[in-house]
Nanobody, 115 residues
Framework: VQLQASGGGLVQAGGSLRLSCAAS????????LGWYRQAPGKQREFVAS???????TYANSVKGRFTISRDAAKNTVYLQMNSVKPEDTAVYYC??????????WGQGTLVTVSS
């Protein structure tokens, strides 16, 4: 499975940004797609995930502001980020879990939120 993330950039606090992650390869085995982020000097942390059947999970820090969605036809997962805050500044990574337990990471995309 290969994951290609895009959509990062500079945004003002209170603004919006949408990240995309296109999956390719053995995508039929993918069960869960998600996003993680890593801020400077901090460990990578979970942001949101979406399962094949549509169930979603969010970190408390982004609940009500971020929305994860999935376009099965395009093999793409999105992260709509609204009401962003400076503390959302991080490199965002796309992640996939396959049904046989494989875990895959895409390259990161940098999101910078200015105050």
């Amino acid at each position: 499975v290969q994951l290609q993330a895009s959509g990062g950039g500079l945004v003002q606090a209170g603004g919006s940004l949408r990240l995309s992650c296109a999956a390719s390869g053995s995508i039929l085995n993918i069960n869960i797609l998600g996003w993680y982020r890593q801020a400077p000097g901090k460990q990578r942390e979970f942001v949101a995930s979406i399962a094949t059947e549509g169930g979603t999970t969010y970190a408390n820090s982004v609940k009500g502001r971020f929305t994860i969605s999935r376009d099965a036809a395009k093999n793409t997962v999105y992260l709509q980020m609204n009401s962003v805050k400076p503390e959302d500044t991080a490199v965002y990574y796309c992640n996939a879990w396959s049904r046989n337990g494989g875990n895959f990471w895409g390259q990161g995309t940098l999101v910078t939120v200015s105050s």
